[in-house]
């Protein structure tokens, strides 16, 4: 059936370590987001995507980067620059990236620097 | 500068009793918000949603309301189930946002046998 997945659920990283998240969709949709949640904050956008080979900053972007070479693909690299990587890191797609978009989160990597 | 505030932390109510889940905005070009729900260390799902033009949506247990004049909106569940222990995102987007949404902090709900 249809949904987001996200691997793995809990990663590990020592300090000075990049680290790619995955994430994957068979909904179809063509818009993909990536958040980062810390503790008593809302989500915060790094970067989305609104059609394959095509991505935006969000407001958060620095220390990371994506690609988009599959529609179904969305995967995002936590890179050594990143200064706070210990964080929830939610993936999410929608139909579309305009009004209304209802987004589909996938279950979550927790992401702990050692 | 927060522009989607859910100013309370956590609620706790009783079983069958109405939870009232508040939301201020500060962006007066917002367009469409939005209600999620999440349960510790999954996702949110969407819960609920409402256009600028409405002021009011209603699905089963759960209705918004908005207040455009106040820039507030709210979350109503009622009656209350233990499964509705969760916490709660307002979300808001609009032209300024490029249509990206804007997150509040959550409120976490407690629903009491």
């Known amino acids: 059936d249809g949904g987001i997945t996200q691997s793995p659920k809990y990663l590990f990283r020592k300090e000075g370590q990049n680290v790619t998240l995955s994430c994957e969709q068979n909904?179809?949709?063509?818009?993909m987001y990536w958040y980062r949640q810390d503790p008593g904050q809302g989500l915060r956008l790094i970067y989305y995507s609104q059609i394959v080979n095509d991505f935006q900053k969000g407001d958060i972007a620095e220390g990371y980067s994506v690609s988009r070479e599959k529609k179904e693909s969305f995967p995002l690299t936590v890179t050594s620059a990143q200064k706070n990587p210990t964080a929830f890191y939610l993936c999410a797609s929608s139909l579309a990236g305009g009004f209304s978009n209802e987004q589909f989160f996938g279950p979550g990597t927790r992401l702990t620097v050692l | 500068d927060q522009q989607v505030k859910q100013n309370s932390p956590s609620l706790s109510v009783q079983e069958g009793r109405i939870s009232i889940l508040n939301c201020d905005y500060t962006?007066?070009?917002?367009?469409?918000f939005l209600w999620y729900k999440k349960y510790p260390a999954e996702g949110p799902t969407f819960l609920i949603s409402?256009?600028?033009i409405k002021d009011k949506n209603e699905d089963g247990r759960f209705t918004v309301f908005l207040n455009k004049s106040a820039k507030h909106l709210s979350l109503h569940i009622v009656p209350s189930q233990p499964g509705d222990s969760a916490v709660y995102f307002c979300?808001?987007?609009?032209?300024?946002?490029?249509?990206?949404?804007?997150w509040g902090a959550g409120t976490k709900l407690i629903i009491k046998p």
């Open positions: 979300a808001a987007n609009g032209m300024d946002s490029n249509y990206q949404l804007i």
């Open positions: 409402i256009s600028s």
């Open positions: 962006n007066s070009m917002f367009d469409y």
């Open positions: 909904l179809n949709h063509d818009a």
